[in-house]
């Protein structure tokens, strides 16, 4: 199985921060990765697909790089609304497995 | 417009089997590349896959689950089951169907499952 991490656990930003989130695999997984945000008590929201492919509708201060093991989501000028829970997914076959979460705080 | 909601029982006792239901809208899951998958999130934890279907009848589950498992799909009424047998009371949480094609795009609302004597 292809376990998945994520760092930091949380953090604190304030608005018009700039913050990275690491998701890490434990074998290389080509560019199978994708990010979603959880709002408290709402179903998770796809931000970028297939690494670096931000989801129609989703905000351009999302982006998503990285390849094989190594991946990084930045969100650029946090809004208030950007305080969630987020999430790395891999799809690379045959099974689907989904990172711990980075929870993203007020300062 | 695309939607999915989940529908099935609220409350279990131990043992008992799990039968939830996916039905979905707006799009057919006979199209090439679609798929519908199960997640859950237990109360305050992380999400959790289980098990995908794909157009082409292709099913993906969790290992570590894979022997309580069952996804099925029914196109002409644009439905997906999963069922899960021997629901213990670690199983309680909240049961989500979401559609597939580059990373799960829709969702539905999701169902919390209880699991309590």
């Known amino acids: 199985d292809i376990q998945m991490t994520q760092s930091p656990s949380s953090l604190s930003a304030s608005v018009g921060d700039r913050v990275t989130i690491t998701c890490r695999a434990s074998?290389?997984?080509?560019?199978?990765l994708n990010w979603y945000q959880q709002r408290p008590g709402k179903a998770p929201n796809l931000l970028i697909f297939a690494s670096s492919n931000l989801q129609s509708g989703v905000p351009s201060r999302f982006s998503g790089s990285g390849s094989g093991t190594d991946f990084t989501l930045t969100i650029s000028n946090l809004q208030p609304e950007d305080f969630a829970t987020y999430y790395c997914q891999q799809s690379y076959r045959p099974t689907i497995t989904f990172g711990p979460g980075t929870r993203v705080e007020f300062k | 417009q695309i939607t999915l909601k989940e529908s099935g029982p609220t409350l279990l006792k131990p043992t008992q089997t799990l039968t939830l239901t996916c039905t979905f809208s707006?799009?057919?899951?006979?199209?090439?590349?679609?798929?519908v998958g199960w997640i859950r999130q237990p109360p305050g934890e992380a999400l959790e896959w289980l098990a995908l279907?794909?157009?082409?009848?292709?099913?993906r589950y969790i290992p570590s689950l894979e022997s309580r498992l069952t996804i099925t799909k029914d196109t002409s009424k644009n439905q997906v089951v999963l069922t899960m047998s021997n629901m213990a009371p670690e199983d309680s949480a909240t049961y989500y169907c979401a559609r597939t094609m580059r990373g799960f795009d829709h969702w539905g609302q999701g169902a919390l499952v209880t699991v309590s004597s």
């Open positions: 074998q290389s997984i080509n560019i199978y």
């Open positions: 707006g799009f057919s899951l006979t199209t090439a590349g679609v798929g």
């Open positions: 279907i794909y157009w082409n009848d292709d099913e």
